[in-house]
């Protein structure tokens, strides 16, 4: 037989961790707004190293000019023994930088999905069994189904909430 003792331990560990995805996602929302001040402030130092050197640059092309790139490089060697390596993984230019950490840009839009598919995931897979097992019983709580809908549209929706 459950215990009342039980059932809070459970619900407390699953509020702990609903705190902690969303403090993870209001450090990276805060990070994107940092990492984007520091992104343009790049650019005007770039602009203004360009000027006191004499070179031409126009603002187009210090915008497009590639600053971060995450490489792997991995030998590869088909049947032959031809020697392969793989190129860069990423590769990012400032104003595409700047446009995805700005207000509402695709990394705020992406935290936000993945922040909803966690906390769903944490809820399905780990919380409620949990309490089904521990009360002998399937249980479903209203909110799960609309975070479920929600989760549903993010993965297999591109995003899009349906009307169902």
Not at 59 to 74: C, D, G, R, Y
């Amino acid at each position: 037989m459950a215990t009342k003792n039980e059932l809070i331990e459970i619900v407390e560990e699953f509020v702990g961790k609903v705190r902690d995805v969303i403090a993870l996602y209001s450090d990276a929302t805060s990070g994107f707004g940092c990492f984007r001040t520091f992104t343009e402030d790049g650019q005007k130092n770039l602009a203004a190293f360009y000027r006191q050197r004499g070179l031409k640059r126009s603002q187009e092309e210090i915008e497009n000019q590639p600053i971060i790139s995450v490489a792997q490089t991995a030998a590869h060697f088909d049947s032959a023994g031809t020697h392969y390596e793989a190129g860069a993984l990423h590769s990012s230019s400032s104003k595409e930088i700047i446009e995805r950490n700005g207000p509402s840009g695709s990394n705020e839009k992406m935290m936000s999905q993945l922040t909803i598919v966690m906390l769903y995931s944490l809820w399905e897979h780990s919380t409620r069994p949990k309490i089904e097992k521990l009360l002998g019983k399937k249980i479903q709580i209203d909110i799960f189904s609309e975070v479920a809908h929600l989760r549903h549209s993010i993965l297999k929706n591109a995003g899009k909430v349906s009307g169902t």
